[in-house]
């Protein structure tokens, strides 16, 4: 348990945990965000699986329109 705990502490907060610098707290943000929706989509999944036979995918996609390029115009 502790190996998976420092695996999503480095993943997230790779210099610690910085609440004083835009990009920590955009990690913070970005931890308990995909906590929250992924929690719920695990959980639904693995409920499913015990009655049906259940296919769980995780696609990830970075558009061209980027949230910061649209801040920095």
Same mark, same amino acid.
């Given at each position: 348990m502790e190996a998976k705990v420092e695996a999503i502490r480095q993943y997230y907060f790779k210099d610690g945990l910085q609440l004083?610098?835009?990009e920590g707290l955009k990690n913070l943000t970005d931890a308990f965000? $995909?906590?929250g929706f992924l929690y719920g989509t695990d959980l639904l999944a693995?409920?499913?699986s015990q009655k049906a036979k259940t296919y769980y995918y995780h696609f $990830?996609?970075?558009g061209d329109r980027k949230s910061t390029r649209l801040n920095s115009s």
């Open positions: 004083t610098t835009a965000g $995909d906590s693995r409920q499913l $990830d996609h970075e």
